[in-house]
């Protein structure tokens, strides 16, 4: 099937300005696209980036099955000269926005992007506008479906199609790379339509979002219905200084980084932060009302229901090197119960998400109160929701039998999604395909001092360069560095080591150099 106003194809490697205008007004038919819709059509065509990275971009939409329902928004990135493959990109929150779709996540400043490399890159909005924090699109079932999965494989099918009239042929390699829920949709790529990636990077991936919708309930409810269980920004800095004075040491340098957190579970309690009469006496100690949350949270967390991935989430790491601007994120900047957007009240981002999961997803009712939810009251509902978007299957052979390679990467300190939940993910594939198998196609990196996006370590690191060697070349991945782009400590370096191992300083070198550590258990 020909796609309406075709040009003549470009070159295998190259695509002249001439034939990036003439690509306006394409239409893609319904029969090219894997799933159900209307077919895309391009509308708009820019030459941007000169001189450094010129490219071609298009801007277009997928038009839905269901009349009421939104477009799927895209862009892709043609670069005038085409390396012969292509990237795709993740979303973060509940999508609602195109993100970055011409740059890989986290990459070196060093390090060309990928459209200077001559990727051709692309992602979409998941199928509708709105905020990374609203859920009400999944009111429509076709946007929900998109959200939940369908949009990756719709905006797949249009990108290589177009891929294709342009340059003359589909990508030799094609992967796919996200962060937070586009680290969620990676994964849905491979689980779902592994024959049309031949690599993902998955960087703290929300694979399993009902569960941490859930377990968002559970904080806020801790927050907001306990009197006196909230703890203020004084105090969460009070923690987590607390928990750097004890462990930052442990993995042989004090640089405000705690490396080695299994040491540091033994060696920080938070009963010595108690006050002495259990009363809250200000911001140098935490009350009998707050210790529960602290200690809630710092244990596998009940959802009050059983699901797919079973009855509690993942630990969250308060008391393992998180700072203070992470704990806050958790627990709100005010103790009163959530207001409307416009107030200065900053509230529980998992309660948050949690919030307009439950509101829009379960309960199909913007006013519903959420603090008063009783999950085990719609176990069938979630259930379903869960089988419907989240990602939890460690099967993923028909991926590896294609040749695949998956890079699993999260931060010791994200308070958003706790690092233990990628890490059961990964125990889980362990299981299904044994450890010297497993190793053979995927890899699992621990990235201390790094938080969902900053930290006391703000990560970059070359995933893309990495994966495209080990699946192109054949190169093993071998020992990772990642670079702080933290302001203050800007360029230091240090291993991104693989689980279960962290970087331990050797005593002596650089502490800016990755060559002054070492990837260790002890």
């Known amino acids: 099937m020909l ?23 394409t239409h893609i038919p319904a029969l090219r696209i894997g799933l159900p819709t209307r077919g895309a059509v391009i509308t708009t065509v820019a030459i941007a980036g000169q001189p450094v990275e010129t490219h071609c971009k298009l801007e277009g939409q997928i038009k839905p099955v269901d009349p009421k329902a939104p477009d799927i928004q ?39 992007g990928a459209l200077k490399q001559g990727y051709a890159t692309f992602g979409s909005d998941s199928g509708h506008q709105g905020g990374v924090s609203d859920a009400s699109f999944t009111l429509n079932e076709e946007a929900w479906n ?134 809250d006496n200000g911001d140098l100690c935490l ?18 229901v059983n699901l797919p991935t079973g009855d509690h989430f993942a630990p969250w ?24 957007a416009s107030s200065n009240i900053i509230i529980s981002f998992p309660y948050m998400m949690g919030d307009q999961a439950v509101r829009y997803e379960v309960m199909r009712s913007p006013d519903y109160d959420s603090l008063q939810f009783n999950p085990a009251q719609h176990s069938t509902r979630l259930k379903e929701l869960a089988s419907q978007v989240d990602n939890d299957n460690a099967d993923i052979s028909a991926f590896v039998q294609h040749g695949g390679k998956l890079l699993l990467m999260h931060g010791t300190a994200d308070m958003a999604v706790p690092p233990g939940n990628t890490l ?23 990235a201390p001092g790094f938080t969902h996006s900053s930290g006391p370590f703000r990560v970059s690191w070359d995933s893309l360069g990495t994966l495209d060697k080990w699946v192109d070349h054949g190169i093993d991945p071998g020992q990772q560095i990642m670079i702080d782009t933290n302001k203050a400590t800007a360029g230091r370096e240090m291993p991104l080591c693989e689980y279960p191992q962290f970087p331990k300083y050797k005593g002596q070198g650089d502490i800016k150099s990755a060559s002054s550590f070492v990837c260790t258990t002890d």
Request: glycine share 10%.
């Open 3 to 25: 796609i309406a106003g075709t040009v003549s194809a470009a070159s295998v490697s190259g695509l002249t300005e001439a034939q990036c205008v003439a690509m306006k007004n």
């Open 74 to 112: 895209f862009q892709l990135y043609l670069p005038l000269v085409w390396n012969g493959k292509a990237l795709q990109l993740g979303g973060g929150g509940f999508d609602g926005a195109i993100k970055g779709a011409d740059t890989a996540r986290l990459a070196p400043a060093s390090v060309p």
């Open 146 to 279: 998109n959200f939940a999965g369908a949009q990756i494989k719709k905006t797949h099918d249009v990108a290589v199609a177009l891929i294709e009239q342009a340059y003359g042929r589909k990508p030799s390699r094609l992967y796919f790379q996200g962060n937070s829920q586009g680290g969620h949709e990676a994964l849905a790529a491979i689980q779902r339509y592994p024959l049309d990636y031949d690599g993902a990077i998955a960087i703290h991936p929300v694979y399993n979002v009902v569960e941490l919708h859930m377990a968002g309930i559970r904080i806020g409810q801790a927050v907001y219905n306990t009197p006196g269980a909230w703890i203020s920004p004084a105090k969460a800095a009070l923690i987590s200084n607390s928990v750097l004075s004890a462990c930052d040491k442990l993995d042989g340098l004090t640089d405000g980084i705690v490396a080695n957190v299994d040491a540091c579970r033994a060696a920080f309690k938070p009963e010595r932060l108690r006050c002495h009469d259990g009363k």
């Open 287 to 304: 009350s009998d009302a707050q210790l529960p949350l602290v200690e809630m949270l710092s244990k596998p967390v009940s959802l009050g």
């Open 317 to 340: 790491p308060i008391l393992l090197g998180a700072d203070a601007p992470a704990l806050v994120s958790v627990f709100g900047s005010g103790a009163d119960k959530p207001k409307p």
């Open 424 to 446: 059961a993910y990964y125990e889980k594939l362990k299981a299904r395909f044994g450890e010297k198998e497993l190793h053979q196609f995927a890899r699992f990196y621990l």
